[in-house]
């Protein structure tokens, strides 16, 4: 886990609010964004002008950009793949997870792609991935329906594997094996053509690409269907939690206001003081400033107990 530039402190009495809340509330929503993941040390290509080499990421995240070079949008989905396989799953993953299982009616909304929640076992039906998974693959032939999940396969193909230093003279596996960093300008990447990239193992014509959801493209619509049955099939929301994200940008930012239409008091964690939801903070909220990682065990302690040891990569 990444360290945090500061522990993260939550007043005592913003705590005792919030546990008592949290202890007599039933219906619960959270949604959840890339600050949730930071202290698991990954890489974030967040708005305009996020960086991969000399790419703006947002411009290689489109059915457009696969159609022109797919070899070097499968590249930058191949480097977002092992970045995430080599990260762990941190607290606040583990703490949501053990939430959902003690909330029944308790469900994730995950702007993230980089699959933490689900290795961190989040029970599914409990998880709504709103933009996909890196760990999902389907076909991108037109007439092709083929979808496979939690190919955690690293690299997809060996066409995409990521380098490593053939210069290093040390023989110990750790240093002999030392990757190089395919985001860096510096370092060259091979040319690939269609027969270097994963192929359907059904139809045999088309290529498989991310399971994530591009830009242009629609919000996965069975997700979609699930969340709104959540959110009409109660009277009442008691509580959202709104964690490493500034639900800013629709559908996110609806469901802020959605849920507070229907009761709900609002809880905030994030790094930033100003990363909040459009309609602002109001009277009863909370705003806990700081890492998620730290903030969520400690938040959500009364109802799910002290986390026990996190497991090892291996275990997972």
């Known amino acids: 886990m990444a360290a945090s530039a500061r522990?993260?402190?939550v007043p005592q009495k913003d705590l005792e609010s919030f546990q008592e809340h949290l202890d007599k509330s039933t219906r619960i929503?959270?949604?959840?964004?890339?600050?949730?993941?930071?202290?698991?040390?990954?890489?974030?290509?967040?708005?305009?002008?996020?960086?991969w080499r000399t790419h703006d990421a947002t411009q290689l995240a489109t059915p457009e950009a696969f159609g022109r070079d797919p070899g070097l949008v499968w590249q930058f989905y191949s480097y977002r793949?092992?970045?995430?396989l080599k990260a762990k799953p941190n607290p606040a993953h583990y703490a949501l997870a053990e939430?959902?299982?003690?909330?029944?009616?308790?469900?994730?909304?995950?702007?993230?792609?980089?699959?933490?929640?689900?290795?961190a076992k989040h029970p599914p039906d409990q998880l709504k991935l709103l933009h996909g998974s890196l760990f999902d693959v389907k076909c991108s032939d037109f007439f092709c329906n083929y979808v496979e999940s939690?190919?955690?396969?690293?690299?997809?193909?060996?066409?995409?594997?990521?380098?490593?230093?053939?210069?290093?003279?040390?023989?110990?596996?750790?240093?002999?094996?030392r990757e190089l960093d395919i985001s860096d300008i510096n370092v060259d990447l091979p040319e690939l053509t269609f027969s270097h990239l994963p192929r359907c193992p059904k139809c045999k014509r088309g290529l498989l690409r991310p399971g994530v959801v591009w830009f242009g493209e629609q919000l996965p619509a069975k997700v979609m269907r699930d969340i709104e049955e959540w959110m009409v099939g109660g009277d009442k929301i008691d509580l959202i939690m709104v964690i490493?994200?500034?639900?800013?940008?629709?559908?996110?930012?609806?469901?802020?206001?959605?849920?507070?239409?229907?009761?709900a008091r609002v809880a905030i964690v994030n790094m930033?003081?100003?990363?909040?939801?459009?309609?602002?903070?109001?009277?009863?909220?909370?705003?806990?400033?700081?890492?998620?990682?730290?903030?969520m065990p400690e938040i959500l302690k009364g109802v799910i107990g002290e986390l026990g040891d996190m497991p090892d990569a291996a275990e997972e």
């Open 150 to 177: 939690n190919n955690y396969t690293d690299p997809i193909v060996p066409a995409l594997a990521i380098p490593t230093d053939e210069s290093d003279p040390t023989t110990t596996s750790a240093l002999a094996a």
């Open 99 to 119: 939430l959902a299982r003690k909330k029944e009616d308790f469900i994730t909304l995950s702007q993230n792609v980089d699959g933490l929640s689900p290795r």
């Open 244 to 263: 490493g994200t500034s639900a800013r940008v629709y559908p996110a930012a609806g469901y802020v206001d959605a849920a507070r239409a229907k009761g």
């Open 7 to 9: 522990p993260s402190v």
């Open 29 to 51: 929503l959270a949604l959840i964004g890339a600050g949730l993941s930071a202290s698991s040390g990954l890489p974030t290509f967040r708005g305009a002008g996020g960086l």
């Open 81 to 84: 793949r092992h970045m995430a």
């Open 272 to 295: 930033d003081k100003n990363d909040v939801p459009a309609s602002g903070l109001y009277k009863g909220d909370w705003f806990f400033e700081g890492d998620a990682a730290q903030i």
